[in-house]
């Protein structure tokens, strides 16, 4: 009996080392396929505004760039029939916490000093109170838990980058993170245009605009560009405001692995049993390597470091980055998509438009005197 199970073993174990063998191949073609998309990427990223001279161009990001050329390559792998033979290369979850943790390089402590306690508060109030409005809105719509966590982190933070840290922490699909991506990206770019027009319209200082630009618009590169539009005042200080909600990012990723460890997945269970060990295994590990990568850059700029030390690391962020929203087209699937239907865009939009009300409010009563 023994000698026969062994023999099923080696057989298994054959046949698993055979697979190995013949995958490697498709593997690397696959990695082949995420390079290739990546580099055409970064390169309509740099000469499409050149090409197309709209000034909404000049503000579209790569994640817009990187998913179409992912969902592009994604029909072509399915009309050749190699899908699952490639897909072990779309290593989405690696490039994307790589990615996060040389965020970290770019959120320094001491540019958030430079506004005082004022943008860590707006920070702080704003994060906290979005994110439980669109939290519970989320909830009044029958929302999922783990979609309403990557709506409620996006919208609140710092848009796709957020939605990206939830996942990880409440284990999200791939398709959610791509539909967050989506609904950030739609409404990020008219709130480029829209916002410095209502700063206009409302007569709002440059620092009040510039906190009202930097904690309602979810993506870093919109805030410098809507910020830049209103002037250098409003662009110092939005990206001050934006920077200290960055910070926050690991404190929700943190927060939703002990929500979901501990409830959302422990429902008609003992919450209390191997939660010590449950933390740990579903932590985002990644968040202490987001936190190091800060601390190192904080201390490197403050001992005196060239700029050009953290600028390579944000190009080879963006480089890892670049390769998740590839992997994440690939891997896309548009049925699943359809099946939230419109209740998240209905949650998005509602959190939206209480953002902007709510960081109106807090700029107007922060940054009112407020004096670079």
């Known amino acids: 009996m023994s000698t026969r199970s062994e023999s099923i073993d080696i057989a298994e174990t054959d046949a698993l080392a055979e697979r190995s063998q013949s995958s490697a191949p498709w593997f690397f073609v696959g990695l082949a396929l995420v390079l290739a998309l990546g580099l055409a990427t970064r390169f309509l990223e740099k000469n499409v505004p050149v090409w197309v001279d709209w000034g909404w161009v000049k503000s579209v990001e790569y994640p817009v760039y990187a998913i179409v050329l992912g969902l592009v390559g994604s029909g072509i792998v399915g009309v050749l029939g190699i899908r699952e033979k490639v897909a072990s290369a779309f290593r989405t979850e690696f490039f994307i916490k790589t990615g996060l943790v040389l965020l970290g390089a770019s959120v320094q402590l001491h540019v958030i000093a430079r506004a005082g306690a004022l943008g860590v508060v707006q920070a702080v109030l704003l994060v906290s109170s979005v994110f439980f409005f669109t939290w519970w809105i989320g909830g009044k719509l029958k929302v999922g838990e783990k979609l309403r966590a990557l709506l409620a982190a996006s919208v609140s933070i710092c848009g796709v980058s957020a939605a990206i840290a939830a996942a990880g922490a409440v284990r999200a699909t791939k398709e959610q993170i791509a539909y967050t991506a989506t609904l950030v990206i739609l409404f990020a770019l008219p709130s480029i245009f829209l916002l410095p027009w209502l700063a206009g319209l409302l007569g709002l200082s440059g620092p009040v605009a510039g906190a ?13 560009a809507a910020g ?3 002037g250098e005042e409003a662009l110092q200080i939005a990206a001050i405001v934006k920077s200290a909600q960055n910070v926050l990012m690991g404190v929700v990723a943190v927060a939703l692995t002990l929500y979901f460890a501990l409830y959302v997945e422990k429902k008609g269970q003992d919450a209390t049993k191997g939660a ?19 601390a190192v850059a904080t201390w490197y700029v403050n001992a005196g470091g060239a700029s050009a030390g953290i600028s390579a690391a944000n ?4 480089y890892f ?25 209905a949650v998005f939009g509602s959190a939206t438009v209480f953002n902007l009300a709510i960081a109106l409010l807090i700029a107007s009563i922060l940054f009112s005197n407020f004096q670079i």
Request: glycine fraction near 8%; hydrophobic fraction near 60%; aromatic fraction near 12%.
């Open 276 to 294: 010590s060990k449950a933390l740990w295994e579903r932590f985002p590990k990644f968040v202490l390597g987001f936190i190091l990568a800060s």
């Open 228 to 230: 830049a539009i209103v």
């Open 212 to 224: 009202w630009i930097g904690g309602n618009i979810d993506t870093t590169a919109a805030v410098a």
């Open 321 to 345: 980055l670049i390769l998740a929203f590839v992997s994440i087209g690939l891997e896309f699937r548009l049925t699943k998509l359809l099946a939230e239907g419109w209740r998240p865009i």
């Open 315 to 318: 190009t080879l962020r963006a």
